[in-house]
């Protein structure tokens, strides 16, 4: 099937005259871009329909709001379109488009015109990780890897599979959402599986649905396809107001995923990125959402973590009660951190962890949380419930 891109929103038939003149000057600071094959799938009668509002701008955007690189990614690119900030894992930004662009997405600086952080030229990012026999997980991100011609993406898969430390290569792609007909009708793609298998290592689809209304039968036909290749199908996506901030969305995304081998993987709090605000939600809220959505499910329906990627980790979401969020960090930049809990004061407003008074946590999380000065390499869990105050949570 013939998918066409729109660039434009002059082009795009749903909007009315008037919205495109209001939502024109975000575009231009904000970069817009869907195709036909996602076009058809919103109810254009419907202006709150969750796919209209991920793919369309709101004028929102504009307000004044976070930072571009919120999750500090310069901070871990050691060459030129390769990052490596967990000990065992090395990320490649191997181009700067996608199938079509997310408003909410945290990497939108590589869509604007004078950023250079991704490299279509990736022979310094592979020879770094050639060099570098800890990193034995590989993901290839972007923009959109799927963007690129499977020949090119199928040499740099192979290259990577034929490093003897490299065993696991994700590919991260929302295509399988966006224009599922890029894999469905692409045998060369289909076998790039078996290819990596050949040489003992496994390829992975990190594939982004958001919302259940993006699983239609070619995205889960395409999802089969990939499964019956050898490649391993996994989701994950943040949650977004006005996309999947419904529970009862969600408990439908999170189900049939799992039935159809694809089960979620995270659900990721909002970064602090420069153009998010109308999309965030605060962790409380979120953390409820995630919580209701996921109560119904079986237990292999809800093995997705809700997390947070900040700078210094992924922190997981554990718990939140009337006083406390509870966290712990489930990655982390710094070995040491790994596994730490972390305590925080109950905030409604609060929509990330620099915002957070921290009781308790490592001191790379707590220089980050407001108004905390780190005292020492651990702090006094405060009082509640089966824990006394003497009682190190960390240390
Ligand atoms: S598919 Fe991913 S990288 Fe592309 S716009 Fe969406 S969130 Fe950003």
């Known amino acids: 099937m013939r998918v066409r891109y729109i660039t434009r929103l002059s082009r795009l038939a749903g909007l009315s005259e008037d919205e495109r003149r209001r939502l024109e000057p975000v575009t231009e600071r904000y970069a817009f871009r869907m195709n036909s094959y996602y076009e058809s799938l919103i109810d254009w009668d419907d202006p709150d329909d969750p796919l209209r509002r991920l793919v369309v701008p709101d004028a929102s955007e504009l307000r004044p709001w976070g930072q571009l690189d919120a999750s500090h990614e310069a901070r871990y690119t050691p060459v030129r379109g390769c990052q490596h900030k967990y000990r065992d ?49 590989v993901l290839i991100t972007g923009g959109d890897p799927l963007m690129l011609s499977t020949r090119r993406l199928t040499l740099l898969v192979e290259e990577l599979a034929t490093l003897p430390h490299v065993r696991i290569i994700r590919i991260g792609t929302k295509m399988t959402a966006f224009n599922p007909h890029r894999v469905r009708d692409d045998p060369d793609l289909l076998a790039l599986p ?6 003992g290592a496994q390829l992975y689809l990190m594939n982004h649905f958001d919302h259940p209304n993006e699983l239609t039968d070619v995205a889960k036909e395409t999802l089969g396809l990939l499964q019956r290749a050898g490649a391993q199908t996994v989701n ?26 694809c089960p979620q993987y995270y659900l990721f709090q909002g ?30 329906a809800k093995r997705a973590r809700f997390a947070m990627s900040h700078h210094t980790g992924k922190i997981e ?14 990655r982390a930049h710094r070995v040491r951190d790994i596994g730490q809990p972390l305590i925080a004061r109950r905030d409604e407003e609060a929509r990330w962890l620099d915002e957070l008074e921290l009781v308790a946590g490592p001191p790379a999380a707590a220089a980050a949380a407001k108004g ?24």
């Open 89 to 137: 894992t090395a990320l490649l930004l191997v181009n700067e488009v996608c199938g079509a662009y997310c408003r909410y997405c945290f990497r939108k600086r590589l869509f604007m015109n004078d950023n250079d952080d991704a490299a279509l030229d990736t022979r310094a990012g592979v020879a770094y990780i050639r060099a570098h026999p800890e990193v034995t997980n």
């Open 194 to 199: 078996a290819r990596v298998r050949a040489h």
């Open 236 to 261: 994950q996506c943040p949650l977004v107001r006005g996309v999947n901030d419904d529970p009862a969305a969600l408990t439908r995304l999170f189900r049939e995923l799992s039935y159809i081998g």
């Open 271 to 300: 970064r602090p990125t420069a153009g998010n605000a109308p999309f965030e939600l605060p962790i409380v809220a979120g953390y409820a959402i995630f919580d209701e959505a996921t109560r119904p499910l079986s237990g292999l």
């Open 317 to 330: 979401i554990l718990s939140v009660d009337s006083r406390f969020i509870y966290m712990k960090y489930h």
């Open 372 to 395: 905390f000065t780190p005292r020492s390499d651990w702090m006094p869990a405060p009082t509640w419930d089966g824990l006394k105050p003497s009682d190190p949570v960390c240390s």
